[in-house]
């Protein structure tokens, strides 16, 4: 069964950080392209960042440049997103997703496996 797991949300003060994991079961994350998406209550999904399959490129949004960064580990079979300065409109579930392509950055409609998502809250 293909899945996609997420971990490392959790509750931290503004100024905090927290490193996200994207872990994959079931196939092999080097040919995909994996984003992150967040959602926060009364919103809807936006896209954070994404990663092409071999690293090489990467894309964020402007609410989250420059304190945000993606990575792979493809031995590892993961993504990760480092979240620096956080801060409470940071708040939200996120989700990481994985789609099969050339096209950077993807439409976020074509991204076809999804995890459960984690959540990240920043409070004090």
């Known amino acids: 069964q293909l899945q996609l797991v997420e971990s490392g949300g959790g509750l931290v003060q503004p100024g905090g950080s927290l490193r996200l994991s994207c872990a994959a079961s079931?196939?092999?994350?080097?040919?995909?392209?994996i984003g992150w998406f967040r959602q926060a209550p009364g919103k809807e999904r936006e896209g954070v960042s994404c990663?092409?399959?071999?690293?090489?490129?990467?894309k964020y949004a402007d609410s989250v440049k420059g304190r945000f960064t993606i990575s792979r580990d493809n031995a590892k079979n993961t993504v990760y997103l480092q979240m620096n300065s956080l801060k409470p409109e940071d708040t939200a579930i996120y989700y990481c997703?994985?789609?099969?392509?050339?096209?950077?950055?993807?439409?976020?409609?074509?991204?076809?496996?999804w995890g459960q998502g984690t959540q990240v809250t920043v409070s004090s």
């Open positions: 990663i092409s399959s071999s690293g090489g490129s990467t």
């Open positions: 079931g196939f092999t994350l080097d040919a995909y392209i």
């Open positions: 997703a994985a789609v099969r392509g050339r096209l950077f950055p993807p439409p976020t409609a074509k991204y076809n496996y």
